[in-house]
């Protein structure tokens, strides 16, 4: 670590990444990248240790304040990146707006996928009741929502393909939603996917939660233009349910 850093920040989540400017966290799956509400700072609700501002995208953590720069869903694990202080957040969020950030995911998805390698573009929309919210694609409208994504197995057994993903854009459940309305939802996912499925997948897999992960964060840094590549191995959980979907092809 830079000598000039700060104290340590404190996370529920492994650093996998820290500069003066930057941490990165390995976020698991079932933690939040933020409290969902005001007031739910307790111990585990979050990928970092403190008071949540939402108004700021801000924590309040032992060592100082940490900005989160994006998120991920609570079901999802991976890459987690938030900035030391509020002017790096501010230029990194504009690299995201930009996309001038590569976010690759690996997720299971239902099916063959075809053919081994393409783009979705759908236009997304999401609907809010109370808290929660649900995503859709529009049958209609401008495209808002781009991924591009390339097949690394079928898994003929399971019926289950393999999938690395670079997500373009940042709609909400945006890589769930684009993928269940292909007929191919995320293995595990319990609100846009095959619920008969994940029930089978759970029992003979061991798949107990969505099978999507934040494999790799790639950006220029904007402080010293180095070019930053985070990666975070799949976790041991989804490896262990590949070793049991069988022999890929």
């Given at each position: 670590?830079?000598?000039?850093?700060?104290?340590?920040?404190?996370?529920?989540?492994?650093?996998?990444?820290?500069?003066?400017?930057?941490?990165a966290?390995?976020?698991?799956?079932?933690?939040?990248?933020?409290?969902?509400?005001?007031?739910?700072?307790?111990?585990?609700?979050?990928?970092?240790?403190?008071?949540?501002?939402?108004?700021?995208?801000?924590?309040?953590?032992?060592?100082?304040?940490?900005?989160?720069?994006?998120?991920?869903?609570?079901?999802?694990?991976?890459?987690?990146?938030?900035?030391?202080?509020?002017?790096?957040?501010?230029?990194?969020?504009?690299?995201?707006?930009?996309?001038?950030?590569?976010?690759?995911?690996?997720?299971?998805?239902?099916?063959?996928?075809?053919?081994?390698?393409?783009?979705?573009?759908?236009?997304?929309?999401?609907?809010k009741?109370?808290?929660?919210v649900?995503?859709?694609?529009?049958?209609?409208?401008?495209?808002?929502?781009?991924?591009?994504?390339?097949?690394?197995?079928?898994?003929?057994?399971?019926?289950?393909?393999?999938?690395?993903?670079?997500?373009?854009?940042?709609?909400?459940?945006?890589?769930?939603?684009?993928?269940?309305?292909?007929?191919?939802?995320?293995?595990?996912?319990?609100?846009?996917?095959?619920?008969?499925?994940?029930?089978?997948?759970?029992?003979?897999?061991?798949?107990?939660?969505?099978?999507?992960?934040?494999?790799?964060?790639?950006?220029?840094?904007?402080?010293?233009?180095?070019?930053?590549?985070?990666?975070?191995?799949?976790?041991?959980?989804?490896?262990?349910?590949?070793?049991?979907?069988?022999?890929?092809?």
């Amino acid at each position: 670590m830079d000598a000039r850093a700060p104290a340590e920040v404190r996370t529920f989540s492994p650093v996998i990444f820290e500069d003066r400017w930057f941490i990165a966290v390995a976020k698991p799956s079932a933690v939040l990248s933020h409290p969902n509400h005001a007031g739910a700072e307790k111990k585990g609700a979050a990928a970092f240790e403190g008071p949540y501002s939402f108004q700021e995208r801000c924590f309040t953590t032992p060592a100082g304040p940490v900005w989160l720069i994006h998120r991920l869903d609570q079901d999802a694990s991976g890459v987690l990146l938030a900035a030391k202080d509020a002017g790096t957040a501010a230029k990194m969020r504009q690299l995201f707006e930009k996309q001038e950030v590569v976010k690759v995911y690996v997720a299971l998805l239902a099916g063959r996928l075809q053919p081994a390698r393409g783009t979705w573009k759908d236009c997304m929309d999401e609907k809010k009741t109370g808290a929660s919210v649900r995503a859709f694609v529009r049958s209609s409208g401008p495209a808002n929502a781009l991924l591009k994504y390339q097949v690394k197995g079928f898994f003929q057994k399971s019926g289950l393909t393999l999938a690395e993903i670079e997500l373009v854009t940042g709609r909400t459940h945006q890589i769930r939603v684009q993928a269940a309305y292909r007929r191919n939802p995320v293995a595990g996912d319990g609100v846009y996917g095959h619920f008969a499925m994940n029930k089978r997948w759970r029992t003979e897999l061991g798949l107990k939660r969505l099978f999507l992960h934040s494999y790799r964060l790639a950006f220029r840094h904007p402080h010293t233009g180095k070019a930053i590549d985070i990666v975070n191995a799949l976790p041991e959980d989804l490896e262990r349910v590949l070793a049991k979907a069988g022999p890929s092809r």
